[in-house]
């Protein structure tokens, strides 16, 4: 099968913490954070519910894009793309999210110079949305990110795969 080019579109996420200073939760049961980017779900594991919240969680999100040319072209269809965060505590029967954060995922990889920290620096703070049941400030995630975008080979069917996923995307839900 003959191979083609392609750009490739990694995300290093390191979560540190969720921090809301004042907040005692009713609730004592574990909390984790589930986070969706490029379609992908994963999770960092639970961690006792007492803020702040350290996860110190490393994970990485990548996506093949066939059709594009060059990175702009990555960065242009990262627009429509959502990078969502929930925080979530293992109350029963199924677990609630007391906030979520969520951004189109070309602004979350990309920011702005006024939403770094530092010159140089990719740590960020943003304020996440309280959901009813949790009182109080509302929780500021704490996390870095590095990103990069890549030339790779791919095999023609795969890339008519990737093609056909990209056009017509499914919704598939998740559950927890």
């Known amino acids: 099968m003959p191979k083609v080019k392609a750009l490739q579109c990694a995300l290093a996420l390191e979560i540190r913490s969720v921090t809301c200073p004042g907040v005692v939760l009713k609730?004592?049961?574990d909390?984790?954070?589930s986070i969706c980017v490029f379609g992908q779900?994963?999770?960092t594991q639970c961690v006792p519910a007492t803020f702040p919240l350290v996860?110190?969680?490393r994970m990485v999100f990548e996506k093949v894009f066939p059709e594009a040319v060059d990175p702009g072209d990555v960065v242009a269809q990262l627009e429509c793309d959502t990078a969502m965060f929930e925080l979530i505590q293992l109350v029963p029967p199924v677990g609630e999210t007391l906030s979520t954060y969520e951004e189109n995922?070309?602004?979350f990889m990309f920011p702005g110079p006024n939403q770094i920290s530092?010159?140089?620096d990719s740590n960020r703070q943003v304020t996440m949305r309280r959901i009813s049941g949790l009182r109080g400030?509302?929780?500021k995630l704490e996390f870095s990110t590095t990103s990069v975008i890549t030339e790779c080979l791919i095999s023609s069917?795969?890339?008519r795969t990737q093609t056909a996923k990209i056009l017509y995307p499914t919704k598939i839900p998740y559950s927890y």
């Open 118 to 120: 530092g010159h140089h």
């Open 137 to 139: 400030i509302a929780p």
């Open 27 to 29: 609730d004592k049961e």
């Open 31 to 33: 909390i984790y954070l």
């Open 41 to 43: 779900y994963k999770k």
């Open 105 to 107: 995922t070309r602004d």
């Open 55 to 57: 996860f110190n969680a």
């Open 157 to 159: 069917r795969k890339c």
